[in-house]
C-alpha cells in the first residue's frame, strides 16, 4: 500500500536575479539529489469515530531531524490542526510545507475526482495518512562533520557519511533550536514540497507518476501539470511569498530553460484563501491562467556539473534579492541596461549549448574526440585542436560558450557592487578564475542569486576529479552532486532499505 515518490534538487546556472521577472528565461538544472516521501496508512483499518466526525489523523514523520507531528485534517471544510509535535517541530510552528502539501492535495482529490471513486478516497483518508519525508545528504552541509573527523576535503570524505544521516540541532541560552547542519543551497523545501505532492496524489489516485526509467517516453504531461500547479501553490503559500518557482518546476520536470508565471495566479488565491473553502481555491488555481513556458534543456554530452563549498558561509536569499530590487527603483536607468546586457549573455550562453548537443548529435565523433582532447587541456590550447572544419565547429561553440558565461559573471558583478550585495565576492572571484585556469574546465560562476555559499563549474570529458583535488587544496569541498534530467518520479522501494513496497493504491484498482 505504500507509495514513495521523489523529486530532485537544482542548480540554476544562468537567470539568476533576471528570472524573477518575465519574461527573462533561466536555465536551471536539477539534480541526482533527491528529496523522498512515504505515504501509506496510518491506519489499518478505518477508525470507528472517525467516521462519525469525518477526519483524518495524519503522522508526519522526518527521521533526519528526530522528529514527528501529528494533525488531524477536518474532511468537511480540509482545515489542518496540529495535535502534538515533537518539541523542536511545535517551537517552529510545525512543517508549513508539508502541511499546505497534505490540504492542497486532498483538496485537489476532491476537486477532480469522480463522484463514484469520492467514497473510495473517503474511506482511504480515514484510515489516516502516514507520511515520512527523507532528503539526500547532499542537501545539507557537512563540511564541518568532515573537519570534525580529521578527514580530508573530498567527495570521497562526503561518501563515508551513511546515507539520509541524522542532522543534529543545537540550542541557544534562549531555548532556540538551530540545525548544526547549514543547507547546500539545492531547493530542499521545493524538493520535498514537490516530493510529497506527487506521494500523496498518487497514492489518492488523482494522477499517475512515472518511474525514472519511463519518463523518456512520456507524451501526455496532463497528471504531471497538475501536480506542478499544486506544488508551486503550496510552496509559494507555505513560504508567504510568491517566488519565480524555478525551484519548484524542476523538482517537478527536471531540467529545462523556465520563464516564471504571472505572479497573480497564486497571488489571487492567497486573498481568495482568506474567505473561500479550500476546494474552491484549489479549484481555482488548476483553472488558472498558468503562463510560465518550460524548455527542455539538459548539459550536452560528455560535460559534468561539478558544485563546490567553499565554506566561508553566510549569504542570505531574500536580503539579496531586496537589495536589488531597492537598487532597480532608485537607478532605474543603470538598472534596465545591466539587465539587458546579462540577459544578452545568458541568451549567448543558451545557444552555444543548444548548439553544442546539436553538433553531439549529428556529428558525434569530431565531438567526442574534440571532448576528449580539450579536457586535457587548458582552454587557451583548445583551438590549436581544430585539424577539421566538423572539429572548429564544436571547438568555437565551446570558446563562445566560455565568452559568454565571462560576460554574465561581469554583469552579476557590476549588478552585486550597484546593489551593495556579495553577488560575486572577491574571494569566489579567486576562486572561479582559478577554477577556469583548470584542464578542461568549460564553465565556472555563482548558482542563483550568487554569495559565498557555493560554486558551480561545468568541465568535459574526465576532468573534473583533477577540479574536486584542486578544490580540495583551496579549502573547496567538492560536493557529490550531478546533474540529473529527471524530474519527480515514482519509487519502487524505500531508498532507506531499497525493501520494495506496492506503489498502487486501492483507488487506481479498476
Not at 550536452?300 to 531597492?326: H, I, N
Not at 558525434?364 to 590550447?381: G, N
Not at 554569495?451 to 573534473?464: I, R
Request: net charge negative; proline share 5%; hydrophobic share 40%.
Amino acid at each position: 500500500m505504500a507509495v514513495v515518490a521523489s523529486a530532485p534538487g537544482k542548480v540554476l546556472i544562468t537567470g539568476g536575479y533576471l528570472i524573477l521577472e518575465r519574461p527573462n528565461a533561466g536555465l536551471v538544472l536539477s539534480t541526482n539529489a533527491r528529496f523522498y516521501a512515504i505515504v501509506k496508512p496510518l491506519h489499518n483499518e478505518i477508525q470507528p469515530d472517525s467516521w462519525a466526525w469525518a477526519w483524518a489523523d495524519v503522522r508526519l514523520t522526518s527521521p533526519q531531524l528526530g522528529r514527528e507531528g501529528h494533525y488531524k485534517l477536518a474532511l468537511k471544510n480540509l482545515t489542518v490542526q496540529s495535535v502534538s509535535s515533537s518539541r523542536h517541530w511545535l517551537h517552529e510552528g510545525g512543517n508549513p510545507f508539508v502541511e499546505y502539501a497534505v490540504q492542497y492535495s486532498v483538496a485537489a482529490a476532491y476537486a477532480t475526482l469522480d463522484n463514484n471513486k469520492k467514497e473510495v478516497l473517503h474511506k482511504l483518508l480515514l484510515q489516516g495518512l502516514d507520511i515520512t519525508i527523507l532528503g539526500c545528504n547532499d542537501f545539507y552541509s557537512y563540511r564541518n562533520e568532515i573537519e570534525r573527523r580529521g578527514l580530508p576535503l573530498t567527495p570521497e570524505s562526503l561518501a563515508s557519511i551513511p546515507p539520509f544521516a541524522s542532522i543534529t540541532f543545537n540550542t541557544d541560552d534562549g531555548g532556540d533550536c538551530k540545525p548544526e547542519v547549514a543547507k547546500t543551497g539545492l531547493g530542499s523545501s521545493a524538493a520535498m514540497t514537490t516530493a510529497v505532492i506527487g506521494a500523496l496524489l498518487h497514492y489518492l489516485g488523482v494522477i499517475k507518476l512515472s518511474s525514472s526509467k519511463d519518463q523518456q517516453d512520456r507524451k501526455d504531461y496532463t497528471d504531471i501539470d497538475l501536480l506542478h500547479k499544486i506544488a508551486q501553490t503550496a510552496h509559494c503559500i507555505a513560504q508567504g511569498k510568491v517566488g519565480s518557482g524555478f525551484d519548484v518546476s524542476s523538482a517537478v520536470y527536471g531540467s529545462q530553460r523556465y520563464v516564471r508565471f504571472s505572479p497573480e495566479v497564486i497571488s489571487s488565491v492567497q486573498v481568495a484563501a482568506q474567505v473561500l473553502p479550500v476546494p474552491e481555491v484549489i479549484s481555482d488555481i488548476l483553472n488558472g491562467n498558468w503562463d510560465h513556458e518550460r524548455t527542455e534543456f539538459s548539459l550536452p554530452p560528455l560535460m559534468t556539473l561539478l558544485l563546490g563549498e567553499p565554506g566561508t558561509g553566510g549569504s542570505s536569499t531574500p536580503s539579496m534579492v531586496g537589495a536589488v530590487k531597492k537598487w532597480q527603483k532608485s537607478d532605474p536607468q543603470k538598472s534596465l541596461d545591466t539587465w539587458r546586457r546579462l540577459s544578452e549573455a545568458n541568451s549567448q550562453l543558451e545557444i552555444q549549448l543548444n548548439f553544442l548537443s546539436k553538433l553531439a548529435k549529428e556529428q558525434w565523433d569530431a565531438y567526442k574526440s574534440v571532448i576528449d582532447s580539450c579536457s586535457k587541456l587548458r582552454s587557451e590550447k583548445w583551438i590549436e585542436q581544430a585539424s577539421e572544419p566538423n572539429k572548429e565547429a564544436v571547438i568555437k561553440a565551446l570558446l563562445g560558450a566560455k565568452e559568454a558565461m565571462l560576460g554574465i559573471r561581469y554583469h552579476m558583478r557590476l549588478m552585486g557592487e550597484a546593489a551593495g550585495v556579495p553577488i560575486e565576492p572577491e574571494s569566489q572571484t579567486k576562486l572561479l578564475d582559478a577554477t577556469l585556469n583548470l584542464e578542461g574546465v568549460l564553465l565556472a560562476g555563482v548558482p542563483g542569486a550568487g554569495g559565498f555559499d557555493a560554486v558551480f563549474a561545468v568541465t568535459l570529458g574526465d576532468s573534473s576529479s583533477n577540479v574536486s583535488k584542486t578544490w580540495s587544496s583551496l579549502n573547496v569541498l567538492a560536493l557529490l552532486v550531478k546533474e540529473d534530467p529527471c524530474g519527480v518520479s515514482l519509487e519502487s522501494a524505500d531508498p532507506r532499505t531499497n525493501e520494495i513496497t506496492s506503489a498502487v493504491s486501492s483507488i487506481h484498482i479498476e
